[in-house]
């Protein structure tokens, strides 16, 4: 009796395993209908993204599943609306800038949108500073982590974006690119002629960003009172920069300890990340949306499973199965490279359905415009699982967490 029992069950589990669906990949014309926007009246940004464009990329054959079709389908938090970086690479500052906003609304009931570019501007003085110091050895990229933004606000606060949007009334999106160009030439020849004055080299930044981006203003006028942008924060905003945390999960380095986030980005060498193991990292997730908590996550999005035409990222089966997605399958693919430090997003809502829990993801990058809910993706929990490195949240969310940590 126990014989056939058990191959009846054994039975019922073979057909089960086989009656679940099998992702299927095709090759699809790459498009990106609002880079293509940002960039119309640039010649040669133009071409360079019809040229990306005219290139086919394999991604997965979402027409059999049963996916999200809007973001009011999702249980969500308060947040400003969508807003894009145009053909920047600030995602970093539009991210944690976000979640920011939906913060001061969470703690003080205020609606604020602060400016991203205040936030750019001063990183990249805080960039040059080290570029001085490091004699030129390190990345100087427009990119960067949602710790700057928290450094940022320690040192400068914030301002609304009313006061400070940070590109001329000429343009319709942010666009850094010449910017970014001449500051970088500028720098390479203060290295090739050794010209290691700290000052003169910040000043010169300085000059060529209030070109492009105007002139960032020392104080803001609230309700009649003058503020700086750090009495603006505190006082206004009521956020205290200190107050948030970084959650991380990888087997490289010891679980319940800090480490460092060892990308191009991080290009400060910040070890402020609180390593904790897979479970605990995807169980805090979900406890804080649903307790009302929104958090930045940054990670991977360069995968067959993640299509902004579709608004969704998934993990197809033929890359691998859910029931395999564990800390191994991460740190693999983080030690070989194939996940990396692509982008910031801000988590604002969440879904439990059928097939698993997905997350609201508020997206400032262009492809998060080309589907139909317009700034909005629905990660599914596996692809945060495999693909998201680390998310950002208010330190009183995870004091289970914390208090694993020696210091």
């Known amino acids: 009796m126990k014989k056939v029992v058990f191959l009846l069950v054994l039975s019922i589990s073979v057909s089960l395993v086989y009656s679940s669906p099998k992702d299927i990949g095709k090759f699809v014309n790459s498009s990106n209908k609002m880079m293509d926007s940002i960039v119309s009246t640039n010649k040669k940004d133009k071409e360079k993204s019809n040229k990306i464009n005219s290139k086919k990329t394999f991604k997965m054959d979402f027409s059999k599943r049963d996916l999200p079709k809007s973001e009011k389908e999702f249980k969500t938090l308060w947040h400003t609306p969508p ?32 400016s991203e570019m205040y936030n750019v501007y001063w990183e990249y003085v805080e960039k040059t500073k080290a570029f001085v110091n490091l004699r030129g050895n390190m990345n100087f990229s427009e990119g960067s982590q949602s710790n700057a933004v928290i450094r940022v606000l320690m040192e400068h606060g914030c301002l609304p974006e009313s006061e400070y949007e940070g590109k001329t009334s000429t343009c319709t999106f942010h666009e850094h690119g010449v910017m970014h160009n001449e500051i970088e030439s500028y720098l390479q020849n203060i290295k090739k002629t050794n010209a290691w004055d700290e000052s003169a080299v910040i000043n010169t930044v300085m000059s060529i960003m209030n070109h492009y981006m105007g002139v960032p203003p020392a104080t803001v006028n609230f309700e009649g009172k ?68 929104s958090m930045f996550i940054a990670g991977d999005v360069s995968e067959a499973g993640i ?54 993801i508020k997206d400032s990058g262009s492809s998060g415009f080309n589907g139909l809910s317009k700034g909005y993706y629905y990660f599914h929990e596996d692809y945060i ?23």
């Open 83 to 114: 807003t894009s970086q145009g053909s920047t690479s600030t995602c970093w500052s539009f991210s944690t800038s976000s979640f920011i906003e939906s913060e001061i609304k969470r703690l003080n009931a205020k609606e604020i949108k602060i």
């Open 226 to 293: 003058s503020l700086t942008p750090g009495q603006y924060m505190r006082n206004i905003a009521g956020i205290n920069p200190e107050d948030y945390v970084n959650i991380f999960s990888m087997m490289q380095a010891p679980y319940y300890t800090k480490t460092e986030y060892d990308v191009p980005d991080n290009w400060w060498h910040s070890n402020d990340y609180y390593n904790v193991p897979l479970d605990d990292f995807m169980n805090s997730l979900k406890v804080n949306i649903e307790n009302g908590y």
């Open 307 to 360: 299509d902004g035409n579709e608004d969704v990222a998934l993990i197809p089966s033929f890359d691998i199965p859910s029931e395999y997605i564990d800390e191994n399958a991460r740190q693999f693919r983080y030690s070989n490279g194939s996940t990396t430090d692509d982008h910031g997003v801000h988590i604002v809502g969440y879904d439990k359905r059928k097939d698993g829990y997905w997350f609201l």
């Open 385 to 407: 699982k495999l693909k998201i490195t680390y998310f950002m949240v208010h330190k009183s969310a995870v004091q289970n967490l914390l208090k694993k940590f020696a210091n």
